[in-house]
Nanobody, 115 residues
Framework: QVQLVESGGGLVQPGGSLRLSCVAS????????MSWVRQAPGKGVEWVGS????????YYAGSVKGRFTISRDDAKTTLYLEMNNLKPEDTAVYYC????????RGQGTQVTVSS
């Protein structure tokens, strides 16, 4: 069955960086579009960005464009989210999922941006 396991979250100061990872199994990762989404406390799920098979193109929400970068390593069946210049409003649980398949979402990893 589809399994996605996120890691790499933590507490970081404003302006800092984090790199999230998502290890995939149970499906053919290399031909799957993948997405990152997030959910802040008391808010709904927000799409962060997506990457198509082959690594390009990538798409980002306006709130993270220029600060976040999605990449993938098909040999390792791993999806990444590089987050730079983090802001307090980036605080959320971050999830990876197959593109347009919210049922595939992993358990998430907490990112907290605070001084």
């Amino acid at each position: 069955q589809v399994q996605l396991v996120e890691s790499g979250g933590g507490l970081v100061q404003p302006g800092g960086s984090l790199r999230l990872s998502c290890v995939a199994s149970g499906f053919t990762f290399s031909i799957s579009g993948m997405s990152w989404v997030r959910q802040a406390p008391g808010k709904g799920v927000e799409w962060v960005g997506s990457i198509l098979p082959g690594g390009a193109p990538t798409y980002y929400a306006g709130s993270v464009k220029g600060r976040f970068t999605i990449s993938r390593d098909d040999a390792k069946t791993t999806l990444y989210l590089e987050m730079n210049n983090l802001k307090p409003e980036d605080t959320a649980v971050y999830y990876c999922q197959r593109r347009r398949d919210e049922a595939s979402r992993g358990q998430g990893t907490q990112v907290t941006v605070s001084s």
